[in-house]
């Protein structure tokens, strides 16, 4: 009897790290960023992600 592989989830998408530091991201680049992408803002070339809201801000 053999033992099957666990298939593993891919890792979430994070923006290039070597982008972020040279801060050159554009809005031209928004629209081309995969569709798993985490909610993020742009700020001076800089992609930040932006963290879901706290379920006390859903509440509200």
């Known amino acids: 009897m ?3 592989p666990i298939p ?3 890792d ?3 923006p290039d790290p070597i982008r ?7 809005l031209e680049d ?6 798993d992408a985490p909610r993020v803002e ?4 800089v ?3 932006i963290p879901f809201p706290t ?6």
């Open 20 to 26: 972020r530091q040279r801060a050159d991201y554009t």
């Open 30 to 35: 928004l629209p081309h960023l995969p569709d």
């Open 12 to 14: 979430p998408w994070c």
């Open 47 to 49: 992609l930040r992600l």
């Open 2 to 4: 053999s033992a099957e």
């Open 42 to 45: 742009l700020v001076d070339g």
């Open 8 to 10: 593993t989830p891919p």
């Open 55 to 60: 379920l006390g801000h859903q509440d509200i």
